[in-house]
């Protein structure tokens, strides 16, 4: 459901499942670092021993952010 929005003005959201009760998410991030797709690309891309430098290229995401995650 709707949750306000940001400082950006991007649509903020809250989760209504039990598990995930509370938790806040937007759908559409200001930084692609955030976004959970890329998260799980950058997992990805760890497993097939892809480098940071070489995922940082590829996802044009910052190295701490991969470093992170």
């Given amino acids: 459901m ?3 929005t940001t400082r950006q003005g991007k649509q903020r ?8 009760a509370g938790r806040t998410f ?4 200001a930084y692609a670092g955030q976004s959970p797709a890329i998260k799980q690309q950058i ?4 497993m ?3 480098g940071i430098r070489d995922t ?3 996802l044009h ?3 701490t952010t ?3 995650e």
Avoid at 13 to 20: D, F, N
Wanted: aromatic share 6%.
């Fill in 13 to 20: 959201y809250r989760c209504r499942e039990t598990l995930g």
């Fill in 43 to 46: 997992v990805a891309m760890a």
């Fill in 66 to 68: 991969v470093i992170k």
């Fill in 48 to 50: 097939n021993a892809s």
């Fill in 26 to 29: 937007l759908l559409a991030y």
């Fill in 2 to 4: 709707r949750h306000g």
């Fill in 61 to 63: 995401i910052s190295p």
């Fill in 56 to 58: 940082v290229r590829v």
